[in-house]
């Protein structure tokens, strides 16, 4: 990931700016940018993420608005030309391989099958903060999750995990240093919320 400016220059920025940069940290769908927008200034990178999670498990987005913010993240096992840079990594793909191995293709295949069970019962995509592990190890995970069957669970595990993707992608961007004070700020929290 690119060094993020710091936030009070984030603050600044055009709104497409703003947005661009946002979307280092987590994929914004129109209804969760336009709140964050009309939101600024915030006080660090931490604060716009729980703001942008408060927004989603709140009341202020309706339920059409939360699907589109749950749509806007990539499938896991998706097709390599269909994910970003930061998705590739987490998703434990090669940056040095642009050819598949016959169990990348069959971990795909059945993730593929998977996604589709699972948004054909819930109505959206899932999503899973896969911190560093195998795609083959969310296999499982996802199998579970179609199992329990509970739509407003999923809804809120979902929009969870998309913002502890967030601020696994703000701490591995700060750690190559680029927001100044909000690294600071950053490792306050980190430190302070790990349980």
């Known amino acids: 990931m690119s060094s993020l400016p710091s936030i009070e220059q984030l603050n600044k920025?055009?709104?497409?700016?703003?947005?661009?940069?946002?979307?280092?940290?987590?994929?914004?769908?129109?209804?969760?940018?336009?709140?964050?927008?009309a939101a600024r200034p915030f006080t660090s990178y931490i604060a716009l993420i729980d703001y942008a999670e408060k927004i989603c498990l709140g009341d202020e987005l309706d339920s059409n608005e939360k699907l589109e913010v749950m749509n806007a993240h990539p499938r896991i096992g998706a097709p390599r030309t269909n994910l970003s840079a930061h998705s590739l990594k987490e998703q434990g793909y090669s940056n040095n391989s642009a050819s598949q191995t016959?169990?990348?293709?069959?971990?795909?295949?059945?993730?593929?099958?998977?996604?589709?069970?699972?948004?054909?019962h819930y109505g959206f995509k899932f999503v899973v903060f896969v911190n560093g592990r195998p795609r083959h190890q969310i296999?499982?995970?996802?199998?579970?999750?179609?199992?329990?069957?509970d739509r407003d669970k999923e809804l809120y595990t979902g929009i969870t995990d998309m913002?502890?993707?967030?601020?696994?992608r703000l701490k591995k961007a700060t750690e190559r240093g680029g927001t100044g004070?909000?690294?600071?700020?950053?490792?306050?929290?980190?430190?302070?919320?790990?349980g």
């Open 163 to 168: 913002m502890l993707i967030a601020k696994d």
């Open 13 to 37: 920025e055009s709104p497409e700016q703003f947005i661009k940069v946002v979307n280092t940290l987590f994929e914004t769908a129109p209804p969760l940018a336009k709140r964050l927008l």
């Open 102 to 120: 016959e169990e990348d293709e069959r971990v795909n295949a059945e993730l593929a099958k998977l996604n589709q069970q699972y948004e054909d």
């Open 181 to 194: 004070k909000n690294y600071f700020r950053y490792k306050i929290y980190f430190k302070d919320n790990e």
């Open 139 to 149: 296999i499982p995970i996802i199998k579970e999750r179609i199992a329990n069957n």
